[in-house]
């Protein structure tokens, strides 16, 4: 076997040959996903061919698109070798590595395709050419894009953490319907974050999203500041709604939907950016680098820092604003902030580094589910190594959701000619096999909901309940939605604890390198958040039976304790619920990481506002009053607290059967990926 010279050599591949004597008669390119892979590869022929003249061995870096085009021009076939596959060594005998790589060819056969690479992954700057990196990326660009991040933060958490002091004190709404708006509102921005992510990857890129969904969260908190401020959008003052409902105007409807429309907006411009800021930004450093690999680390932390940020200054210095300042005023600066970093982001442009739209998962499992239902009446096939390709599969069968099977079985259509490699005809068992994946991680999803229900009473309730306690020290009267300044230091704490504290001890006594399970995090947050609506249901409890019967108020630093079990129990089940989402979602769709966390958001704060509405219906409105020392909020957080017990009950036998997804070695980083393609050939 010789190394190929001609002109095909020039084109920057190497083919591996099949012979006549071999048992596949056909050419192939070998496309390494690992640079490392295709280093040493080239490295094992240098060390044979090295003393023939003109003989080389180039590593080429090109897309997957550039790729296709070449092998369509020269009629080869391609098969894609996993980081690892082969474990190639420098030094190692030819022989050794030529009979790994025979053995993926033969596995592969003749239909070794890029179906795993199906997006162009070059980085490219704003005018569409190779990257210069003194020029594009890095901390500048990185710095640009935080900027968004911080201000939808300052923007979400300075609205929602004290929303529902001005729907009940200025609109003259009850504490109930507050809540829900609340919780609508936070639900909707989470489950929106999957609009932003599915545009982002099949049409717009990254960039794109948040630039416009930027300007969309901007408008509406301008809309936000215009509809707190008009005297119009508001309802007649009255002294004290919530002690003298009967005597104040509730706002019509003309004005909440001017109020809807503000925050709905917002709403929809903050899922955008949550969903893809993250990712642009770590667009900006090059994984292959080890320098700007590292700098890629300090981003994430960076970004978190951002968050926390964002949101310490909203609860602090944008809500003591809003109480004592105006509502105007307060909202003002958030769209001030947000219009600045509009400008920022923009201006940055020329020192992005972009990616092209990669494609959504969403589209793979709509289409899998499409084409099961289309095939419905088809006869189930009497093998699955009949089904759609079976032996090029990545994943291995698993016999269960066999319904969805009917999406890779080839009918008399998708078998004529090249429908069978049309993926709107017929799917392949990795599709089909990466939809069940999904489909078995909904179990554990659906019990990650209710310790979001659980949060979201940190945004509703719990301020309501500090409007009727003592806040003040000395003469100075803490905001009440200011104590929320307390669950982000509990995140933050629990947080840093986790890594410092908890992961080694972890580590010493079970054995693990990983110390706690991703489902073990989950279940700790569970059980945090049980304790903290024991802690709620007592501590109102207390204080309404002090100012009932002693018209005496409890201080509100009585709520740090529900705060901080709630805050420690995020710092244990947001961390638990994303690595758990990250590792066990299909290698393919990674990017819905995101996606399933944001949806237990979503459903966490759908689900509040469902149990109140149900409470306040079944209740008679006795519990969930305006008049909080005339209702029974803490027999609403006992319910919680049932229900957070049954919940993880429910999680816990979900979490036994569960097996964790046996970890490829594979790094993806951001999906992005590089193919390193080498041809070799006989002279």
């Known amino acids: 076997m010789q190394k190929g010279l001609g002109s095909e050599a020039q084109q920057g591949f190497y083919t591996l040959h099949i012979h006549s004597d071999a048992e596949y008669e056909a050419s192939y390119t070998v496309a390494f996903e690992d640079q490392n892979d295709a280093r040493n590869f080239s490295f094992i022929l240098d060390s044979v061919f090295g003393d023939l003249p003109d003989a080389a061995v180039d590593v080429v870096m090109m897309s997957t698109q550039e790729l296709k085009e070449i092998l369509n021009s020269v009629k080869k076939n391609v098969v894609v070798a996993r980081k690892g596959e082969l474990k190639l060594y420098a030094g190692q005998p030819l022989e050794d590595a030529e009979s790994a790589l025979r053995l993926l060819v033969m596995a592969a056969g003749h239909s070794g395709k890029l179906d795993e690479y199906e997006y162009d992954d070059r980085v490219v700057d704003y005018r569409g050419n190779e990257v210069d990196k003194s020029r594009t990326g890095g901390w500048l660009a990185a710095g640009l894009i935080l900027g968004t991040e911080l201000a939808e933060r300052v923007c979400v958490m300075g609205i929602s953490m004290n929303l529902v002091t001005y729907l009940v004190g200025y609109m003259h709404l009850s504490s109930a319907k507050s809540a829900n708006i609340v919780t609508n509102f936070m639900g909707t921005l989470n489950l929106l974050g999957l609009l932003g992510g599915f545009l982002a990857d099949a049409k717009f890129g990254r960039y794109l999203t948040v630039a416009i969904f930027a300007s969309i969260a901007a408008l509406g908190v301008v809309l936000l500041t215009l509809a707190t401020s008009l005297p119009s959008m508001t309802p007649p003052p009255c002294s004290n709604f919530r002690t003298q409902q009967s005597e104040c105007t509730e706002a ?46 300090f ?44 400008v920022v ?3 940055g442009t020329r020192f992005y580094r972009y990616r092209h739209p990669q494609g959504s998962p969403l589209t793979i499992i709509w289409r899998v589910f499409f084409l099961a239902f289309k095939k419905r009446k088809l006869p189930a096939a009497s093998e699955p190594t009949l089904l759609n390709g079976f032996h090029t599969s990545k994943l291995s069968y698993a016999p269960v959701f066999r319904c969805l099977d009917k999406a890779a079985t080839v009918d008399d259509f998708a078998a004529k000619g090249e429908n069978r490699h049309n993926p709107w005809i017929v799917s392949t068992v990795t599709e089909v096999e990466e939809v069940k994946m999904v489909l078995k991680l909904i179990p554990i999803w659906s019990t990650c909901i209710l310790f979001w229900t659980v949060y979201s009473q940190m945004t509703t309730f719990t301020i309501e309940q500090a409007t009727f306690m003592d806040r003040k020290i000395g003469s100075f009267a803490i905001p009440a939605g200011s104590f929320s300044v307390f669950l982000f230091i509990s995140i933050l704490l629990f947080t840093s604890l986790n890594e410092r504290v908890f992961v080694p001890i972890a580590r010493k006594l079970t054995h693990n390198v990983q110390g706690l399970t991703s489902l073990q995090r989950v279940g700790i947050g569970l059980v945090f958040a049980v304790l903290a609506m024991i802690s709620a249901a007592v501590v109102e409890k207390q204080r309404r039976v002090r100012a009932v019967s002693h018209n005496a108020q409890l201080s509100a630093f009585w709520l740090v304790p529900q705060y901080f079990f709630v805050g420690a129990g995020e710092g244990f089940a947001y961390v638990g619920q994303l690595e758990f989402f990250i590792r066990e979602a299909p290698e393919k769709m990674k990017s819905m990481s995101t996606g399933f966390f944001l949806s237990t958001l979503a459903m966490g704060f759908f689900v509040s506002s469902l149990l109140v509405s149900v409470v306040d219906m079944t209740s008679h409105n006795h519990w969930l009053k305006s008049n909080l020392n005339t209702g029974r909020l803490d027999n609403f957080y006992w319910l919680l607290a049932v229900f957070g017990v049954l919940n993880f009950c429910v999680f816990l036998v979900f979490a036994r059967k569960h097996q964790y997804k046996v970890q490829q070695l594979i790094e993806q980083v951001n999906d992005e990926k590089e193919l390193h393609t080498m041809e070799i050939g006989d002279v």
Request: aromatic share 16%.
């Open 252 to 297: 019509s409807g003309g004005q909440l939907a001017m109020l809807y429309f503000a925050l709905y907006t917002i709403a929809l411009g903050g899922g955008g950016i949550k969903s893809n800021v993250s990712g642009f930004g770590s667009d900006q450093f090059d994984s292959s680098d080890p320098k700007e690999e590292k700098n890629m680390i």
């Open 299 to 342: 981003f994430f932390n960076r970004f978190y820092f951002s968050i926390s940020m964002g949101s310490l200054f909203a609860v602090t210095v944008l809500v003591y604003v809003q109480d004592h300042v105006g509502r105007g005023w307060g909202y003002g600066i958030s769209a001030a902030t947000m219009l600045i970093a509009v």
């Open 345 to 347: 982001l923009l201006a």
